[in-house]
């Protein structure tokens, strides 16, 4: 993550974004722009520093909401100070950077189509190309700009067979950018391969290896839990209001089964949603949680503390139909469609029980640890919680249009 964060900053000068990405003609505000969420991050640290000033009474004197001493005031604004520039990534986009994904079919035994989709950070595209064997030559047919892509097509002509060659990506590793490649031939083997910025260069298979589905479709679901932030904040707002090792199993495990339902259905095509709002209701179930922790903190009665496997179980659904549009923009092997669905799955789950973990270890050392914290230092998790769920909520909503 840190690294991630690093290359980002890294990328911010006009110079740096000019050498690794392809820009999209003007087409006016979108709410993917990487500008747009760089301001938004600084109006963001200058509001969370409000609360750092007195509030009026309504007998007009001041009132100190949380802390009663400078010091405490100095402090809780430190806090505040290192926490807005934690969620800088969170701004910058509330999903992990999606992968770029390359397919090439054989249509003969010397034809290819090839499809080279690239995805969009704003309105710029990366600027990395794919390296196909030696005499496999390009045709471009056609490109076009996607709301959240750019896609290029391609007829190939290669005489020689693809098995145990090579296929590389230029300029992957100045990008945080990973590539699925699907090749489906003319015997109707099918191969999928994963480029990484380090690892750029891959040999396709001389047979089809079901292993490789399953390590590649797992490392998928891991990274895309792991890095989609909107779906770990959720976890975490289970976290904090449900108490007891059985009660937090039921809940994480109703989670589980509803998003996997949803996930298999769209997959599948049996149900099929629309993805902004899909996204914009996500964005309001943490908005959600983190209402219903204040509430439990301030003595009010709270639906998921009562019920919530029930709540975890109807926001689950959704959270499927996310993780079925994060899918979709990666691909299936042609051949092999339920194994991937099953191993992302797997995949997702483990991600999700590192995330647990990791948690459950850090707060059992804070407990450790006897510091003094002003009064109401609890309302920093949720309340930044809501404010980053409120921001992607009014982000998505407005594009709807």
Known sequence: MIGTIVRLLDCLTVEKLDAVVRRRPDIGFKSGDLNHHINSFFYFQKAIFQVSRPARTQSGGLEMPIWSSPDDRNYYKTILFVLSFLFLPFFAQAHEIRPAYLE??????????????????????????????????????????????????????????????????????????????????????SYTLLLQPDKSTAVIPKEPNKWEVIQLYIILGIEHILIGIDHLL?????????????????????????????????????????QAPVEAVIALSIVFLAREFIAVKEGEESLTTKYPWIVAFTFG???????????SEIGFPQKEVPLALFTFNIGVELGQLIFIGIILILWKGLQKINLPYPNGTWKILPYGMGIIASFWLFERVVAFW
């Open 104 to 189: 090439i079919k054989q249509s003969t035994e010397t034809t290819y189509e090839v499809l080279w989709k690239i995805p969009l950070l704003g309105n710029k595209a990366p600027k990395i190309d794919p390296i196909l064997p030696d005499n496999f030559t390009l045709t471009q047919i056609d490109d076009e700009f996607l709301p959240d892509s750019y896609i290029r097509r391609y007829e190939g002509n290669y005489a020689a067979g693809l098995n145990g060659k090579s296929i590389a990506i230029q300029g992957l590793d100045l990008t945080l950018v990973d590539v699925l490649v699907q090749i489906n031939l003319l015997d109707e083997s």
């Open 234 to 274: 959720f976890v975490l707002g289970l976290l904090l209001l449900v108490k007891g090792i059985k009660p937090l199993i039921q809940t994480v495990t109703a989670f589980t089964i509803a998003h996997s339902i949803t996930l298999g259905a769209a997959t599948f095509e049996l149900i099929k949603l629309p």
């Open 317 to 327: 659904l959704l959270h499927g139909f996310g993780f079925a549009g994060a899918l």
